[in-house]
């Protein structure tokens, strides 16, 4: 039988697929895309980076024994994609004031309100749920994308690659399938709509970044 990390990831199927199909992630791979909209997503990405970090911080309150409280501890001291921002801001033209000045989009800042709501008013099963969209889909642009041959853009995609949030997507579907073996109907249904809420939000947040979202008003 399926995990349950594997259930989940097969009805986020067609969300996934729409993901990978993005013409953001196309236009990196051949080379194409602005590098304003680069940018753009770079200082997103960078805040949105701080929201998650936040949201594993109080995912590891929730810890139900020690070893999980050890194991989730590993996470929070593991910003892995933060050495990644630091080689790249400069190259796109940004200093890292310019990322941490810049305003959280409204596809960024729903994003991380969800999952910081989550951790607040959920267990650890619905908040790592949360959580494991992010790291699993960009796990999978190894697969999806590939190498860029672009002198910047394949930087970037040379991280995911080489298997760089391996480590992390393991981390996280195991607290997920942890959590589920003993969770209760309830529980799992929150645990399956944190992660489909946060698949659609990893969607809406490549959309965003390739239209440049700004707040309207």
């Known amino acids: ?39 753009y997503y770079l200082a997103q990405d960078y805040l949105y980076l701080e929201g998650f970090g936040r949201t594993v911080a109080m995912a590891l309150a929730k810890a139900p024994d020690s070893q999980t409280f050890q194991d989730l501890a590993r996470r929070v001291m593991t910003p892995v994609e933060r050495p990644l921002h630091n080689m790249l801001l400069a190259e796109a033209g940004l200093t890292l004031g310019d990322a941490q000045d810049a305003v959280r989009s409204p596809a960024n800042t729903a994003y991380v309100d969800h999952m910081l709501n989550t951790a607040s008013l959920h267990g650890l099963g619905p908040t790592a749920a949360a959580l494991l969209p992010c790291p699993w889909t960009y ?36 607290f997920v399938d942890q959590m589920a073996e003993n969770a209760g109907p309830a529980e799992l249904e929150a645990m399956r709509q944190a992660f489909m809420t946060s698949s659609r939000y990893e969607y809406m947040f490549w959309e965003a970044a390739y239209n440049r979202q700004q707040w309207p008003v």
């Open 1 to 39: 039988m399926p995990s349950f990390s594997e259930q989940l990831r097969g009805e986020a199927e067609h969300i996934w697929r729409q993901i990978f199909d993005h013409p953001f992630l196309k236009e990196i791979k051949d080379g194409t895309l602005p590098l304003e909209t680069f940018s």
């Open 139 to 174: 796990h999978l642009l190894k697969d999806e994308v590939g190498q860029s041959e672009h002198p910047l853009y394949g930087k970037w995609t040379r991280f995911y690659v080489e298997g760089l949030l391996e480590d992390s997507v393991e981390a996280w579907r195991g």
